[in-house]
T-cell receptor
């Protein structure tokens, strides 16, 4: 079936470095993508989203890039801080009138001080 | 804005009992609410989608008679785990959106432990 996956299950970076988390999706009909951050024992927190009519969107210290040709999504975090340590999920609109989301497996980001 | 709460945050119950989890949108009207289950070190798996005033739509493999969902108002949805068993122990998370195509905002989750 359709799925959203991640290339790297874990990522360890030094404080102050930039982080890049990648995600591959398989449903070429998907038109909406979201990145969520989940800290241990908490619910996912919305970070940034992007629609398929865009290839880049920037937020505060975060940038999402969408490459529809290769069905690839990435999240870039600038000047990574210890507070950024969490599991990051990409999610894909599964279609339909309710805009169900299909979540990727998640990447654990660890920021070393 | 876009705050979603869940209650309780944590519950421990005996096998065979029923547990109700509430999900509330605090500062917006949620026409659609979603219920997810997450096992340790795994991703979120959608269980069901509910629209206010309508019956919930369950994902394949999710028993609708075991996981009862009620979405009686634009700010409240409940998930009742009936006759809970240890294998139902999990982290249950709800999300809410104000309309089709709008961002889903997630609650803090409920940790259910069935003894």
């Amino acid at each position: 079936g359709e799925s959203v996956g991640l290339h790297l299950p874990t990522l360890s970076v030094q404080e102050g470095d930039n982080s890049i988390i990648n995600c591959a999706y398989s449903n070429s009909a998907s038109d909406y993508f979201i990145w969520y951050k989940q800290e241990s024992g908490k619910g996912p927190q919305f970070i940034i989203d992007i629609r398929s009519n865009m290839d880049k969107r920037q937020g505060q210290r975060v940038t999402v890039l969408l490459n529809k040709t290769v069905k690839h999504l990435s999240l870039q975090i600038a000047a990574t801080q210890p507070g950024d340590s969490a599991v990051y999920f990409c999610a894909e609109n599964s279609g339909g009138s309710n805009y169900k989301l299909t979540f990727g497996k998640g990447t654990l980001l660890t920021v070393n001080p | 804005g876009a705050v979603v709460s869940q209650h309780p945050s944590r519950v421990i119950c005996k096998s065979g009992t029923s547990v109700k989890i509430e999900c509330r949108s605090l500062d917006f009207q949620a026409t659609t609410m979603f219920w997810y289950r997450q096992f340790p070190k795994q991703s979120l798996m959608l269980m069901a989608t509910s629209n206010e005033g309508s019956k919930a739509t369950y994902e394949q493999g999710v028993e609708k008679d075991k996981f009862l969902i009620n979405h009686a108002s634009l700010t409240l949805s409940t998930l009742t785990v009936t006759s809970a068993h240890p294998e139902d122990s999990s982290f249950y998370i709800c999300s809410a959106s104000s309309g089709a195509g709008d961002t889903q905002y997630f609650g803090p989750g409920t940790r259910l432990t069935v003894l």
